[in-house]
């Protein structure tokens, strides 16, 4: 296909900037909150499960996680959790709601690189405000032919994605660290994906599909290697 | 113009469904619960500084509403709210979430019709999930060609939206309840607006700005008028 044809999807989180990390130091702190009455085992578990139970009304995000957190540290102290630390959570929620955005080594060139020849789309899940707020903090907005914020990266989501823009699925690739959120759906719809894992992923992003599509799915370690492979695509 | 060139974008929530009555109880709830400790109006004057200092960081919806509640609660108490008075605001804030979308007089038979001869937009502002949630429960999602969920209603979101779909402002109508956020950044782009007020209006909503742009404004009370309304501007 002509370069130009191809349209390059990329996740964000842990794609283009870091976040798995800072939700692994919340993680340790509301440990910390809760140390005098479970084991870290036992707080991950039980905020797992809320954040699981409160997944479908809540959505993905740091207030539905904060909102989770809360509750789980009212049910494991069996309400003894006082208000000054309920309000530590708050504020760990809108510490990580401020934190700065931490680019992956090569994010600015490559984007740069790729925006020459190609279309490139942003397609995250998350709340808006904090994923319009991260991006801006970033300064890659502007490689961005589209932005799309969505609830839930599905093949629904990535089809409507690629009505809305006209865009065929065997000329799109996406670009991510999730197997399951962004590489098989898009991999169902016939188009193609580069996955880079990150150092961590969260539980909820687990899989025990693997991405096999002869010549459609590529493992790369680093966003630099990204040119090679688009490269060798289009 | 022709009927057919003439797009027509819709507020969601008080627009289309009851919304602010929503809030209405809850705010009701969150009375009583501090009724111990202040009186309804300090508590409600808190409780809205609360929301304004954080709507940069939360943004609008549920979840920021309910974060800032918890906040507002240990604020007014000096920490001596217990945790399971906490819990039962995070209850509060769940029930907002599942609770039944009530649809406005008229708003499916009128969308029905409008939606025969005209591209139809909806364009609301909140918890992505939330109103993804909000709109299926309604059964309206069908009558529109496209649904944008935005972080700020303001003449940039709207240029963007009107520029993604390609729609010239002088054959744009946007309907809504909201003068600041439905109507003003439209009417400054060029574009028409409908404003249906709703019986409450949320005070960070109120704008001392007024609507004047002659011929292209208009002020209905119910939407079953906006059909009459776009048979003049078409």
Redesign the interface.
Known sequence: MAAHDLVIGFDADDTLWHNENIFERSHERFRELLARHHDAATVDRTLFATEMR?LE????GV??F??SA??T??HL?E??????E??EI?EL??EM??HPVELLDGAADILATLALRHRLLLITKG????Q?RKLAKSELAAHFH?VE????KNPETYARILR?HTIAPERFLMVGNSVKSDILPVLTLGGAGVHIPYRLLWEHERTEETADAVGRVFVIDSLRKLPGVVAVLA
């Open positions: 409160n009304l809540y959505g993905y207030k539905g904060t909102l809360i509750e540290a009212i102290t309400g003894k959790i006082s208000a000054a309920i309000q708050v929620g809108r709601l401020a709340d808006i405000r904090d319009e589209q914020i969505v609830s839930e809305r």
